[in-house]
């Protein structure tokens, strides 16, 4: 059963949504990324786990939102999946604000997929 022109349009808000909060988190991702590869501190990371921590949050999340425009589903699986990765290899479970919205638009694309996607 295919999915109707009337469910995409019932979840058209979650989209857009999605790609607000896209727009706004990879400026906010960027820009922190940019401002850290050219500010006065060296980069350089204290051991592995810092640069594998780095490599999921923010690269992986970063690689994620971009690819929401493509394909939803990937973007929001790649995003999802780095979010984890990051926090299983620096072992953080709180909730935090920055890192989580940032994340947040992988969710929602990821989402709005499942909600409206074919079925067969």
Do not use: Q
Not at 24 to 41: E, K, N, T, W
Not at 67 to 88: E, H, P, Q
Not at 107 to 112: A, E, I, N, T
């Amino acid at each position: 059963m295919n999915a109707t022109a009337s469910d995409k349009n019932k979840y058209r808000w979650l989209l857009w949504l999605a790609r607000i909060w896209n727009v706004l988190a990879l400026a906010f991702l960027l820009f922190m990324l940019i401002g850290h590869l050219v500010g006065g501190d060296d980069m350089t990371f204290a051991n592995t786990t810092e640069w594998l921590m780095f490599l999921f949050f923010p690269l992986g999340v970063l690689l994620g939102l971009a690819l929401c425009w493509w394909k939803s589903w990937l973007g929001g699986l790649v995003t999802i999946g780095s979010l984890l990765a990051f926090r299983l290899i620096g072992n953080e479970v709180d909730f935090n604000f920055w890192i989580d919205g940032a994340a947040a638009p992988g969710f929602l694309f990821l989402l709005h997929w499942t909600l409206v996607k074919k079925r067969s």
